[in-house]
């Protein structure tokens, strides 16, 4: 990770769960992160114990509605302004609302497409202009994905969500092929975690947390800290290495 001290990486939904425990490792590793969700109070709240951890890198809130493209440019503008630009960028936000695709109601599927699919999508985009405008060719983009952007479960409550991972895979395969037709050296990856404990499940489920306590007391689950991890062996790895894909799951776990 030597490589990327002092460079700005950007973490989406950095607030809590994996974005959080990401956003840390990589202050702790020299970087300065840009961190966005819409409620800094949290990002702000680990800023200052990455500080007193005596880290090497910097953690900067930037408050951000990833669901409204002019709020993405205007952050990026920001970006450009204050930090010149990114060199990374882990697109980490995404939702889980619970609607089948019998019944499920349509508002909810667009704000999870809204949020998983078209907000990382922008993300993706103003991070590689960024890039490219400054001449960076070894940057990296990392979408945050899940093992069921690759198989579709028997989870009816989990279809529409299931649609939008797999989207995601397309999406980083694409960009992947683009970014080689455009002779870049940029890299393009997708992660993709089983079952992570995290507070994902009880906002997907706020209404009945049981169904979320359910779900995370079959076994034991991946944490943000094993996520973040595997964000540096990605990083981490030599400039001509591509990692397209990476399925990180508990071993006990039938999510795989």
């Not at 702790?28 to 200052?48: P, S, T, Y």
Request: proline residues 4%; aromatic residues 6%.
């Amino acid at each position: 990770m030597d490589r990327w001290r002092g460079r700005v990486a950007l973490v989406t939904g950095a607030s809590v769960g994996i974005g959080a425990a990401v956003a840390k490792e990589l202050v702790r590793c020299g970087m300065k992160v840009v961190g966005c969700a819409r409620n800094v109070d949290k990002i702000q709240e680990l800023a200052e114990e990455c500080k007193k951890a005596g880290y090497s890198g910097v953690l900067v809130p930037i408050k951000c509605d990833l669901t409204k493209e002019e709020e993405i440019l205007s952050m990026f503008a920001t970006i450009k302004e204050q930090h010149k630009g990114v060199d990374v960028c882990i697109n980490n936000a995404g939702l889980m609302l619970p609607e089948p695709l019998l019944s499920g109601k349509t508002s909810n599927w667009r704000n999870m497409l809204d949020l998983n699919v078209i907000g990382l999508s922008i993300c993706a985009r103003e991070a590689y202009q960024s890039m490219k405008e400054r001449n960076v060719d070894d940057g990296h983009i990392i979408n945050l994905n899940s093992v069921v952007g690759h198989s579709v479960y028997p989870f009816s409550e989990g279809h529409f969500y299931t649609g939008t991972k797999f989207a995601v895979t397309a999406l980083t395969e694409g960009l992947r092929q683009e970014l080689r037709e455009a002779k870049s050296h940029i890299r393009a990856t997708s992660i993709s975690p089983g079952v992570v404990e995290t507070e994902f499940a009880y906002r997907a489920y706020s209404q009945e947390p049981e169904k979320a306590k359910m779900l995370y007391s079959q076994h034991k689950n991946l944490s943000g800290g094993d996520i973040a991890e595997t964000v540096l062996y990605v990083l981490g790895a030599p400039p001509h290495v591509q990692i397209g894909e990476l399925t990180v799951a508990p071993v006990e776990s039938a999510f795989q």
